[in-house]
């Protein structure tokens, strides 16, 4: 497989064959490659089954077909073995990082996010994209040789947003905002935040409903604003291999070392990329702070608060495992507690909340 993999992807593609290797060697398998391992360890590791409960943008609960973290990793796993394939590049690795860069995603989605910060604030911080990184170099332990998934070096730089790492993390990071543009999008109009009327000042939307009706002109809701959902998603994905292939061409990008010797080349055209920014601009505006989002996020966050204080009060709440490291020379007083309910997911302080409160 690792030889289909040089006859195949562009030479400027990784190739698990020419992987710097893992933190803990180990030996190779006999039937596959080391991006696909990667994959298999993120996909059986508990914190990718937690996403099941953290949430996107709407609580957990609150619909049955809105998204949840677990499902919107999904759908960036397949955008970016779409756009992968079509570059020619390593679908496996790009598909391993979307998996894995959410991992570290608090409960109650970007509100959540905020509150740990604030919560972490004299004790190191809170970041998500950091938070994955440790889940799957230490908080995982599936292993008895060494903590952690002992992930490919390639996928955990993959998961360190500020690095110019690899094309196919690249395309893991844009396939991850084209995905939620969309779906954003899509579970606002379920849960009756946006109305085709507000949506009708949005370019990224108006194209796509245009070219929808033009084909569709009797389709009606819900089916209608699904088929235009698929377009923007469609047009998003569509442009963006078209302009990342005319960077790669034009820069004469020839090697993976030339890769970290540019800017971002995987991108959306300017044009697309300004009605991106408008469209970021219209869904804080509409969704995110729309009072039946604002509100509800609130209490949950100050219930995730009061869990985080009840932790720092007793440690000894947060297990085994999580006072095992409390008592390591390397270790904050609470740093333990950012370990514990950051991966977690909702369940964790429900759960919490209703044992104790």
């Not at 000042?201 to 009797?218: G, I, L, Q």
Request: a neutral charge.
């Amino acid at each position: 497989m690792e030889a289909d993999e040089g006859r195949l992807l562009a030479p400027f593609a990784q190739k698990s064959g020419q992987s710097r290797g893992r933190q803990f060697p180990e030996p190779r398998h006999a039937y596959r490659t080391e991006f696909q391992r990667d994959r298999a360890r993120i996909i059986h590791s508990r914190a990718f089954r937690r996403l099941e409960y953290k949430t996107q943008v709407f609580l957990n609960g609150t619909g049955d077909h809105l998204r949840t973290r677990l499902t919107h990793t999904i759908e960036v796993a397949s955008i970016s073995r779409t756009i992968a394939r079509a570059l020619r590049l390593n679908e496996d690795l790009a598909e391993a990082i979307a998996l894995a860069h959410d991992l570290g995603h608090s409960p109650f989605g970007h509100s959540g996010e905020e509150m740990l910060a604030e919560c972490m604030r004299e004790h190191g911080g809170f970041e998500h994209n950091r938070q994955s990184l440790r889940v799957v170099e230490l908080l995982e332990n599936p292993y008895p040789k060494f903590p952690g998934l002992n992930l490919t070096l390639e996928v955990r730089e993959g998961l360190q947003k500020n690095q110019v790492s690899s094309l196919e993390a690249q395309i893991a990071d844009l396939a991850d905002e084209i995905t939620y543009y969309s779906h954003d999008l899509d579970d606002a109009i379920d849960f009756d935040i946006l109305n085709f009327a507000q949506l009708e000042e949005v370019d990224v939307w108006k194209v796509a409903a245009d070219s929808v009706r033009a084909r569709y002109p009797h389709l009606r809701e819900p089916d209608l604003h699904k088929l235009i959902i698929r377009d923007v998603i469609d047009r998003q994905v569509q442009d963006v291999i078209v302009t990342s292939a005319e960077q790669i061409t034009s820069l004469k990008v020839q090697s993976r070392d030339d890769i970290r010797n540019q800017p971002v080349l995987i991108r959306y055209g300017d044009e697309l990329a300004e009605a991106n920014r408008a469209l970021r601009k219209f869904l804080y505006q509409n969704v995110y702070y729309h009072p039946r989002v604002a509100e509800v996020n609130q209490r949950a966050c100050e219930m995730l608060r009061k869990v985080f204080e009840s932790y720092l009060l007793d440690p000894s709440r947060l297990g085994d495992a999580a006072t095992r490291r409390r008592n390591t020379p390397d270790w904050g007083i609470s740093r333990p507690t950012k370990s514990k309910p950051a991966p977690q997911s909702v369940a964790l302080p429900m759960d919490f909340a209703r044992r104790h409160w």
